[in-house]
Structures are given as structure tokens and as C-alpha cells.
């Protein structure tokens, strides 16, 4: 048999496999490697007379070259005609035209249509596949890559501007004034620090994925100090927290709970933690637990920060009520810029560890936060949140800033100052620093520099909520609710510990810078204690001047005129003191008398 009987054409589909199957099984199921026959040659076909005729004549009365443009646009023709015809939707395969454009916001891909809007809002994530219009062929056309991240990099002030060459005054040289003072600092005015505002989160070092442990039922298997409202974190686990990585999940606080504030300890009502994630600028935060201090209202607010800044005042029970007492809370919960933040559950006794939380995890209890200004609640505010940001943070190109101490810059000489105030347990304060000292803690020395101190005055912190700065007051809150609540002693540790893996600073400024802008007021025990001031003493006005008629004024004169003298006003007698002689010394002059003048 030939190829040609069997009828076989190379350009149909099926009948080659149907001419393998029938030689497998003359061969007995064996294949056989067999070579395609030769494709029978085509016979020229033959055109119709009247066509060829009609060919000759265009040929005979036009030139090669304008039968080439006639063709020519009877092509044009029918591909201009095909378009039409395919632009206007009636062929059977005419795809759908996509009249969309793509954008770039916040580093989501945004379609937008202005003929027809997509239902979801035109939003598509990033992970998300595009799939053609069509469909029937099922390919899938890949996303476009997102925009690489733009970070804030810090700026300089233009050249010649005040602030460039502003240097600190000397200090008072009057010698009885030793003690912390505030000294001036050079802020920029409050439009300017508005429109430096970054756009753009700056860089996070190394860490760039932050989450928090989540755990309901909590293990106390290898417990080392620590509460149920930190978790409990091992000592292996406090390790690895230390191993600075791109991906990171640390113990944070909140671990009973899915979201801080709900059945976590240190909980809030739900309008309060619904209102506070609204929160997406910055936050200004302070707390007053167990009726410890009297609110300290800002001044010298900006409108602006009014109306943007974030002002939360937590306090727990006891605190709410006195406020209520002294009709110092609102039907708003506000008094006067503090919104007040009620919170139940306390998961510590002592009022002081207690306010580490909002102190230290402000980032965890406003999430859409981008920057948190801490003060303590016996501080009192007096100058505009913005230019703090931009003097301590945007300026210095830092996402975290604090004073350092006014006079002690060594964790051993704090701690042992601690001890001699009464701050803590004695023994517990000893065992925190000799644990340190196991770790490698020693003494601040020169060789510390640029770091120019190991103890923080940590009153006041202003930081940007990125995920190396989130990271470092996680683990500063872990060593105080492992160890003593005496943040000062620890804060060292952490901050070396993470620089030792990372190229990551903090802005350590003056204590004198501090007071510049926060003024210090006493605890409420302390005013308590002190001696009520001395009321003033408010005195009658004197009576008014008696008038003398003229004619008395007028006898007095002729009286002066005749020479009368009015007789002068005797004085009293002097009673002389009678000089009193002793029985003893009138008995000495008797016996020393001449016995013979008797």
C-alpha cells in the first residue's frame, strides 16, 4: 500500500494518527517509525476565460506599475473595512476595547475608567492576577510591578537660615544656680514645620515585617519574671527577639486578645477604640492612674494642630472619678483638648508600671498612627506638637527621640540612685543590674561616643511608628515587665542590643531642651503635702479726709496773726528705774566697811 491509497492528506486532522494506529496494530502493537510521504504536487488551476480576458485587457490598456496601486488599495480597502466591521462589535470574535489607564496611589494599582467604573471601585491589589476581558482562552496577563517605595530621607535647612548657626548661650554664672534650667531652642514657626511634613515614612532598618505573639491560652513553662499581660516570655525567647530580622514576631503586650483594648487587660469601651483608630496623623498621649497627678492642659496650640492633633489623656476608674467630682470631664469625654480615655482592667497594681503601657505600646493602641508625642501626666505642654516633630525628629533625620538625663549618664550610678529615693525594691533593682552585668553591661565611658549617655530622662518621647522604632519599645516594655518598672535602667540594654545588628539611632537631645517646652508640676501627694499658701491680707481703704468749713480756716489765720501762742503740751515725767541692791551684795558692802567708823 502507498500513501496515496490510503487517501492520507498532510494538511487534515486526525486521519495521520488514524494511519499510525492501523500500522500499530498490522505490526502487532509495535511502533514503527515510518517517514511522512512526499506531498503530491498540485495541479496550476485554470481561470476562467472571461477572468483572463479581463486580466489581458487591464494589462493591455495600464502600465505593471498601476496595477500595483490598484491592488494596492483594494487591500487597504478591505483591511479598513474588516476594522470597521470589528470595532463595531458585530463579528463573532471581536474582543471587547478597554478604554481603562492605570495609576499608582499609595502603592495600590488604581484602573480607572471614564466610560464605565468597575463595581469594586477600580481597586486591585497587588498579589491580584488580570485575567483578559475575553476569557475564552483562559491566558492571564501578568500584573503590573508596583511602584518601588519612596522613603523620607531627611532635608537641610536653606543655606543662611537662623537655625543653622544657632548655638546654646553659656551658662548662668551665678554659681547658686546648679540645677536643671531650660535653655532656648530654635524652632521653626509653625506654617514652616506643617509644610515639611514628610509624605513618606523613613526607612526602617533591616526590620520591615512587625508582628505581635497571639496567644490565648498562655504557657508559664519556663517562666522568668514577666505577667499575664505580657505573656510570660521565656528567656529563649527574649533571645531571639534580639536576632534582628526582616520578618519579626516579638511579645508586645495585648497577647490575650485579638486586638489591644479587647479582653486583653487594659481595656477600653468600644467607642473609645473605634474613635482612636481614626487616628492617622499624630497622636499626643499622657496618662494619670490612681489619682496621681492633676491634668496639665497644652498651650500655645497651633489651630491647625487643634484641629489634627490627636489629644488622649488614660485614666482608670478612681481618676474618672474625681474628674467627675470636680466637673472636670464633659458630656464629650473631653476636658478641654484631652480626650479621655477611661481603662478597666488593670493588669498591674502599681499605677506607675501601669502607665509603661500607654507610655511604651502607643503604636499598638493607635495603628494608623504616624507619629506619637509621650509626655508624662505632671508635664505640662507649651509648645506646638509640629515643631517638636520637625526640631527632634524630621531635622535630625530620626524616627526616635529622648533627653537624656540632667546629671546622671551611667545605669549604675541611676540604679543606685533609685535605691537611695526609696524608687523600688532594693534587691530587685540589684538583680536586674547584675543580670545586665552578665550580658555585658558596663560602666558609660568615652568609648560610648557618639552615644553620649546611658540614661534617659523618660518623660517625654517623640517617635515616628515605623517598624525599627516599634520594635525597640517592644522590647523596652518586655524588660520592664520582666524586671523592675524603672525604665531608666533598662533602656540602655535595648537600645545596644538592637544597634549591635542594625545601623539604627536615637536622638538623645539635651534635658535643658526638654524643659524648654514641657514644664514640670508636682505629683498630687506632694501638693497634698505641702503648706497652703498664705492668704493675703486685704485692708480697709482709709477713710476719706475730714473738710474744714472756711470760716474755721479763716479764724485760725486771724488767731495766728494777733500773736497768740498756744500754750505747749507738758510731757509725762520720766519714772527713773530705782537701782535694786541685792540682799548678798549690801551684805559684802557692810562687811567690808571700817569697823571703826562704826
Known sequence: MTGGSLGIRSGSYGSLQQQQQLLLLQNGGLPIQTTPPPPLPRKPSKMPKEKERLFHWIMKFAGRKKVGMLFLCLISAAVFGWVMYVGNGKGEDAPDVDNSFVRF???????????????????ISNNASLVDRDGRDGNKIMPLPPPPPTFFLGYTLPQGHQCNSFTLPPPPADKKRT??????????????????????????????DLTYVYEENLSRDGEFGGSEFGGYPTLRQRNDSYDIRESMTVHCGFVKGSKPGR????????????????CRGVVVASAIFGNFDEIQQPTNISEYARKNVCFYMFVDEETEGFLKNASAIDENKRSGLWRIVVVHNLPYP?????????????????????????????????VDPYQLLERFLWRKNATFAISRHYRRFDVFTEAEANKAAGKYNNASIDFQVEFYKKEGLTPYSDAKLPITS?????????????PISNLFTCLWFNEVDRFTSRDQISFSTVRDKIASKTNWTINMFLDCERRNFVVQKYHRDVLDHMAPPVPVQIYPPPPPPVLVPESVIKQAAEVRSQGVVATPVKKAPVRRKERRISRRHRKVVAGNRDPGSR
Open 454 to 466: 546611658d540614661v534617659p530622662e523618660g518623660c517625654v518621647i517623640i517617635r515616628e511608628h515605623v
Open 179 to 208: 540645677g536643671p534650667r531650660p535653655c532656648p531652642v530654635c524652632y521653626l514657626p509653625v506654617e514652616e514645620a506643617i509644610d515639611l511634613m514628610p509624605k513618606d515614612p523613613s526607612p526602617s532598618p533591616v526590620v520591615k
Open 263 to 278: 479582653q486583653t487587660g487594659f481595656d477600653m469601651d468600644e467607642s473609645d477604640l473605634l474613635e482612636m483608630e481614626q
Open 105 to 123: 496611589t499609595n502603592n495600590n494599582m488604581t484602573i480607572s475608567n471614564p466610560v464605565s467604573s468597575p463595581t469594586n471601585g477600580g481597586q
Open 350 to 382: 502599681d499605677p506607675r508600671r501601669t502607665g509603661k503601657i500607654p507610655k511604651l505600646l502607643v503604636h499598638r493602641m493607635f495603628p494608623n498612627a504616624r507619629y506619637s508625642l509621650w509626655i508624662d501626666g505632671k508635664l505640662e505642654l507649651v
